[in-house]
């Protein structure tokens, strides 16, 4: 058995240089024609509203919608999961949906097999 993977850490090194990505909201890239995305980590930041989790891309740092929170922490602690995303092999699906409870248009987002992938963040 490994027992590593009860080590719980939220301070991840990826390997990728954040220090010039602009954030930007899925709605953004979604309404700019981005469906697809590439992940290359995830990280978690205590905000006004509690824990707010966020994803490296290629070209940018996804704010990524609350409901999903629980969901990074999951993949955080798991060393598997890290090593996958480490590896390329992470990509979400964006989508729109309205929410009833605030009566507005929201934005998620869904893993998908990198089977399924056909395109990725433009550079900018």
């Known amino acids: 058995m490994k027992f590593t993977k009860f080590n719980k850490t939220n301070r991840i090194e ?16 979604f309404n700019e024609g981005v469906k697809l995305v590439k992940i290359r980590g995830f990280y ?17 740092i996804l704010n990524v919608p609350t409901h999903m929170t629980k969901t990074i922490e999951e993949i955080l602690n ?11 092999e992470c990509w979400v699906s964006i989508h729109k949906y309205h929410s009833s409870t605030y009566n507005k248009d929201c934005y998620s987002f ?15």
């Not at 990826?14 to 890239?29: A, H």
């Not at 798991?78 to 390329?88: L, P, Q, R, Y």
């Open 14 to 29: 990826w390997g990728v240089s954040t220090e010039n990505l602009p954030f930007k909201k899925l709605g953004d890239i």
């Open 44 to 60: 978690l930041q205590n905000g006004r509203f509690g824990k707010q989790a966020n994803a490296i891309t290629d070209s940018c």
């Open 78 to 88: 798991d060393s598997e999961a890290v090593e996958a995303i480490k590896n390329g």
């Open 110 to 124: 869904d893993f998908v097999e990198e089977s399924d992938t056909i395109e990725d963040l433009p550079n900018e």
